[in-house]
C-alpha cells in the first residue's frame, strides 16, 4: 500500500515537473520564434523599451509571421501587410479581443473601449463611436480645428522655443472642443494639465513592461501596496483623474443641455440622441469620450511634434513643400482643406510621415477568440497579437532606404513601396491598426493631419536651434523621438 502511494505520489511529481518544465516552450504547432528556456519562455530577452526594434529585428530572423512565449501566453508576431491583412482584417470577428489586463482593468472596471474585452458592450460603445464620427461630422469639425491650427501658428510666432507644448496644447483643445464643446486656450489650462497627469498615469501604468508582469504571474497582484506594488495607488490616483475629466467634463454638457444651451459637440449628441437609442448607460457614455480624449491625443501630438523636427532637418522637403504651396495657392491666402487634393508632394509628406514614425509601433495588441490555422501552423485561443507597424514600414525589402525621410517615395508608387514590390495587402491606415480594432478616429486625424501639415509648411521654415554659446546648430534625431509606446 505504502509502495502503491509512493509510487503515484512520484509519477504525479514527474508529472507537475514536466508540465512546469514545459511552461514557457514553444509547441510544434507555433511559428517559429527565438529559442525559449523553462518557465520563462522568452519573457528574459523581451525588451522593456524600443520593442519595436527588437520586434524587427526578429521579424529579420524569424519571418513576418513568428511567435515568442511569455511564460505560459503565446505572442504572435505580424510584420508584413500580407499576414495583417490575412489575419486581422480578414479574420476579424476571430481576432479582435484584447489581453484581459489585470491593471487597466482595476481603473476602467471593463469600460474602456481601446483595453476593453470583445463584448456586447464594447460593440455597443464601438456603434456609438462609429455613429458620430463619420466622415461627415469630421468635415463638420473644419472650422473648429482651423482655428486651433491658426492659434498654433501664433504660438509658434511668438514662442518658438516651446513648440512642444504648443502642439499639445492644439490636440488637447481639438479634441475637448470636438467631443466636449470646450476650448482649451492655454498649455496651462486646466483641462490640458489634468490631461497631462492622466496620460502621464497611463503611460506608467499601460505600457509593456512599465510595471511587474501580474498578467503572467498572477500571484504577484497580491503584493502589498507600497514599493513592491505601486501601481495600486496610481491606479486609484488615475481612476480619480477620470472621475474629474471624463465623468466632470460629462457632467458639463448634460448641465448645458439642461440649460437649453447646447453647441451640438459629440458627447451632448451623445446625451441626445445615442443613449437613449442605444440603451448606454452613463459609465459607458463617460468612458467613450474617456477612450476617444487620450486615443486622440497623443497620436497625432506625436506627428506634428516629429514633423518640426523632421523639417527642422530636411531644408530640401521644406523647399519643395513651399514651391508647391506658392505655386497652387500663391502668396495672398492661407491654405484651406481642399487645397489638399492638388498638393501632392504635401500628400506624401504626410504618408511618409506616418511611415516613418508611427506613433503606435507594435499597435495595439488583439487577441485571438479561438483557434485559428495559418500558413500551415495554429495560433492558438488566447494568442495576443501584435501588428509590428514599425518592422512594416520600415523592412528594406519593401522600402528604399527605409530609415530615410523621403516623401517622394509616395510620388513614385501608391504606398511609397520600391518599384515592383507586391503592394496589393497594402494600404494607407495602416497606422490606424487593422480589423474590428482599427481606430475610429481616422477621418479626425487625417483633417487635423492635412491643415497642420499644410498651416506649418505655408507659415514657417523650420531649422535646428542654434547653441548660444557656439553658435552652432544643436544637432536633432527626429528618428529616435515621438512615438506613443517606445
Ligand atoms: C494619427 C493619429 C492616430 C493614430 C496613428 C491612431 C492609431 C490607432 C491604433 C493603431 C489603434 C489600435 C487599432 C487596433 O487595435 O488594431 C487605435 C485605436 C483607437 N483609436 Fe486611434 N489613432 C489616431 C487618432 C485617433 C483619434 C483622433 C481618435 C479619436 C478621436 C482615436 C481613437 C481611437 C480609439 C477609440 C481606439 C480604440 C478602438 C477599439 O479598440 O475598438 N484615434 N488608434
New binding site residues.
Given amino acids: 500500500m505504502n509502495t502503491e502511494l509512493l509510487l503515484l505520489t512520484g509519477s504525479l511529481l514527474i508529472v507537475l515537473l514536466y508540465r512546469l518544465y514545459r511552461i514557457g516552450s514553444r509547441d510544434s504547432t507555433l511559428p517559429p520564434g527565438p529559442p525559449t528556456v523553462p518557465l520563462l519562455g522568452n519573457i528574459h530577452v523581451f525588451p522593456s523599451q524600443s520593442i519595436h526594434l527588437k520586434l524587427s529585428e526578429w521579424a529579420r530572423k524569424y519571418g513576418d509571421f513568428y511567435s515568442l512565449k511569455m511564460g505560459p501566453e503565446t505572442f504572435i508576431i505580424l510584420s508584413s501587410a500580407k499576414a495583417v491583412k490575412e489575419l486581422l482584417d480578414m479574420r476579424g470577428p476571430s481576432t479582435a479581443d484584447r489581453p484581459a489586463a489585470y491593471i487597466p482593468e482595476q481603473v476602467h472596471e471593463g469600460y474602456s473601449?481601446?483595453f476593453g474585452r470583445y463584448s456586447e458592450r464594447w460593440k455597443l460603445m464601438?456603434k456609438t463611436?462609429h455613429a458620430i464620427?463619420t466622415p461627415a461630422s469630421v468635415e463638420e469639425t473644419y472650422p473648429i480645428q482651423f482655428a486651433e491650427s491658426v492659434q498654433l501658428l501664433y504660438d509658434l510666432l511668438h514662442d518658438p522655443k516651446s513648440h512642444f507644448q504648443h502642439v499639445r496644447r492644439l490636440l488637447v483643445s481639438i479634441?475637448f472642443s470636438v467631443l466636449y464643446g470646450k476650448r482649451v486656450p492655454r498649455y496651462e489650462s486646466y483641462e490640458a494639465t489634468s490631461m497631462f497627469d492622466l496620460l502621464h498615469l497611463e503611460e506608467q501604468l499601460f505600457l509593456p513592461g512599465a510595471q511587474l508582469p501580474v498578467d503572467t504571474f498572477p500571484f504577484l497582484k497580491y503584493l502589498p501596496e507600497g514599493p513592491l506594488a505601486p501601481w495600486k495607488k496610481k491606479c486609484r490616483d488615475l481612476k480619480g483623474l477620470h472621475q474629474r475629466v471624463y465623468f466632470g467634463s460629462l457632467e458639463q454638457c448634460k448641465d448645458r443641455i439642461d440649460r437649453g444651451e447646447s453647441v451640438g459637440c459629440l458627447m451632448e449628441q451623445i446625451l441626445e440622441r445615442y443613449q437613449k437609442e442605444f440603451g448606454l448607460t452613463w459609465q459607458e457614455v463617460s468612458y467613450i469620450g474617456g477612450?476617444?480624449l487620450p486615443?486622440?491625443i497623443d497620436?497625432?501630438t506625436s506627428?506634428l511634434q516629429v514633423l518640426i523636427m523632421i523639417l527642422s532637418c530636411h531644408s530640401e522637403v521644406q523647399r519643395k513643400a513651399q514651391e508647391e504651396i506658392d505655386r497652387v495657392i500663391g502668396h495672398d491666402r492661407i491654405p484651406q482643406r481642399d487645397d489638399i487634393k492638388n498638393l501632392p508632394y504635401i500628400q506624401a509628406i504626410i504618408k511618409e510621415l506616418g511611415r516613418f514614425n508611427p506613433?503606435?509601433p507594435f499597435?495595439?495588441p488583439?487577441v485571438t477568440i479561438r483557434d485559428e490555422e495559418y500558413r500551415g501552423y495554429i495560433v492558438p485561443k488566447r494568442s495576443v497579437v501584435f501588428?509590428n507597424q514599425w518592422g512594416i514600414l520600415h523592412d528594406p525589402e519593401t522600402f528604399e532606404n527605409p530609415d530615410q525621410f523621403w516623401p517622394h517615395r509616395y510620388l513614385l508608387t501608391k504606398y511609397g513601396t520600391k518599384p515592383g514590390v507586391d503592394d496589393s495587402s497594402f494600404r494607407d491606415s495602416i497606422?490606424?491598426?487593422?480589423?474590428r480594432?482599427?481606430?475610429?478616429?481616422i477621418h479626425?486625424?487625417n483633417l487635423t493631419?492635412t491643415i497642420n501639415v499644410m498651416n506649418l509648411l505655408w507659415a514657417f521654415t523650420h531649422s535646428k536651434a542654434k547653441d548660444p554659446l557656439t553658435g552652432f546648430e544643436i544637432p536633432i534625431d527626429p528618428g529616435r523621438m515621438g512615438n506613443v509606446s517606445t
Fill in positions: 473601449l481601446a464601438r463611436v464620427l479634441i477612450t476617444l486615443g486622440g497620436t497625432s506627428l506613433p503606435t499597435g495595439i488583439h501588428q497606422i490606424f491598426g487593422a480589423g480594432r482599427i481606430c475610429p478616429g479626425t486625424a493631419l
